[in-house]
Antibody, heavy 121, light 106 residues
Framework: QVQLVQSGAEVKKPGASVKVSCKASGYTFTDYFIHWVRQAPGQGLEWMGWINPNSGGTKYAQKFQGRVTMTRDTSISTAYMDLSSLNSDDTAMYYC??????????????WGQGALVTVSS | EIVMTQSPATLSVSPGERATLSCRASQRVNSNLAWYQQKPGQAPRLLIYGAFIRTTGIPARFSGSGSGTEYTLTISSLQSEDFAVYYCQQYDNWPLTFGGGTKVEI
């Protein structure tokens, strides 16, 4: 079965960076785009961007341009999301999720368990 | 960006009753609309995509409808496991955007 297993919780100081990983299994890694979505405590869902696992190409939400970098390592079926210049507003649960590659449809079929990032001095 | 507005914010329903959740887009999304369920402490789960197509394993009591800018998720007879927060999401245009959610409570 499809599984997306994310790295553990992180506590970071303002101005630091965080890197969250998402290891995929149960499907062909290159058959799905990998998205990152975050959710602040008690709030709704916010899409951050995606990475094309085939080409490594990315598309980021304008809000995060310049601050987020999404990468992948196809040899270990793992995607990464790096967010820099952290501030308290970045405290959130960060999810990876996948959508079918090549379909033109970007509904998020499967989700990781989430990684809590806390930004605090 | 396309703004998604869900109503009501909270819906109080008794088990066995019908629940109707609404989602309005600020512009047409051409049925490129998905619904997710999120329970406390869990990741969201895809219920419906293409406005009305149920994902594998989703019970038939969940149904989606709508077109243009107006979409609806209906739960025909609420079960105890259905009490959760529901989000709509459009994927017609970038960036992908979600509604603010509807909490279905007892």
């Amino acid at each position: 079965q499809v599984q997306l297993v994310q790295s553990g919780a992180e506590v970071k100081k303002p101005g630091a960076s965080v890197k969250v990983s998402c290891k995929a299994s149960g499907y062909t890694f290159t058959d799905y785009f990998i998205h990152w979505v975050r959710q602040a405590p008690g709030q709704g869902l916010e899409w951050m961007g995606w990475i094309n696992p085939n080409s490594g190409g990315t598309k980021y939400a304008q809000k995060f341009q310049g601050r987020v970098t999404m990468t992948r390592d196809t040899s270990i079926s793992t995607a990464y999301m790096d967010l820099s210049s952290l501030n308290s507003d970045d405290t959130a649960m960060y999810y990876c999720a996948i959508s079918p590659y090549g379909s033109g449809n970007f509904h998020l079929d499967y989700w990781g368990q989430g990684a809590l990032v806390t930004v605090s001095s | 960006e396309i703004v998604m507005t869900q109503s009501p914010a909270t819906l109080s329903v008794s088990p066995g009753e019908r629940a109707t959740l609404s989602c309005r887009a600020s512009q047409r999304v051409n049925s490129n609309l998905a619904w997710y369920q999120q329970k406390p402490g869990q990741a969201p789960r895809l219920l419906i995509y293409g406005a009305f197509i149920r994902t594998t394993g989703i019970p038939a009591r969940f149904s989606g409808s709508g077109s243009g800018t107006e979409y609806t998720l209906t739960i025909s007879s609420l079960q105890s496991e259905d009490f959760a927060v529901y989000y709509c999401q459009q994927y017609d245009n970038w960036p992908l955007t979600f509604g603010g959610g509807t909490k279905v409570e007892i």
